[in-house]
């Protein structure tokens, strides 16, 4: 019986692994390189900052300490919220709000599990549909909760635990291939959803969707 419903954020409820993309490469630019979007999507979607910035840096061979890349990465986090905060009129991810109003209904726990910061989700929530989103989710976790990002369990069963609800009674929403495996690792179930990965990364997700309007949630009880 699902009683929780934990949602990844980046391509899940707003579509934003582009910008995450513009932002890391206005920084990779001052460094000297810049990583084509579809190298990004393929190797580091879904990785924290904090894990995916030494191994990009490592990929193309710069050397730096810890506390550049910390630097870096607070550069990159500044970038990201220039782009959200100079935007009008964000949309969430098609039919989330419809999905969300219709699933309270039955479910009442609604949660956030993210590799991106609370700074970054927080800016990013307070301007889709215009914050309307934000009353749903009780609980946020975010990168900087865990000691280890996606693939590893950590920040699902952390979510579980606070919401108390037993993770084999939480369904996942995720549109990567490590936040799948995060997801069930956790013993969690878990949907994939095709807004930033093709199905054929997503095949360890229970169910495959398109959009939410092919989520029928009895369907997964």
């Known amino acids: 019986m699902i009683k929780a419903i934990i949602f990844d954020f980046d391509g899940v409820v707003f579509n934003s692994e582009s910008i995450h993309w513009k932002a890391c490469n206005i920084v990779f630019n001052e460094i000297g390189f810049l990583v084509p979007y579809d190298q990004y999507l393929k190797k580091y979607v879904g990785l ?5 910035f030494p191994l990009i840096l490592a990929d193309y061979e710069y050397d730096y300490s810890h506390l550049e890349i910390r630097k870096f990465i ?5 970038a990201y919220e220039n782009v959200i905060n100079s935007s009008a009129d964000l949309k969430g991810i098609n039919g989330i709000s419809e999905f969300l ?3 309270h209904k039955t479910i009442s726990k609604f949660a956030i599990c993210s590799g991106s910061t609370r700074t970054e989700l927080n800016t990013t929530l307070s301007k889709i549909e215009n914050g309307s989103l934000k009353k749903y989710f009780e609980l946020i976790t975010t990168s900087e909760d865990v000691s280890q990002g996606k693939p590893s369990p950590e920040g699902y069963l952390k979510t579980a635990k606070k919401l108390n609800v037993a993770p084999e009674n939480c369904l996942v929403i995720e ?14 179930k878990v949907i994939g959803i095709t807004t930033t990965n093709p199905r054929e990364v997503l095949m360890d997700a229970e169910l495959i969707v398109n959009n939410y309007s092919e989520i029928n949630l009895s369907d997964l009880n």
């Not at 607070?74 to 500044?78: G, L, M, N």
Request: glycine share 4%; proline share 0%; no cysteine.
């Open 74 to 78: 607070t550069q990159k986090i500044a």
């Open 48 to 52: 924290a900052d904090v894990e995916m």
């Open 101 to 103: 109003e219709s699933s």
């Open 175 to 188: 549109d990567t291939k490590n936040g799948i495996l995060a997801a069930k690792k956790a013993e969690m």
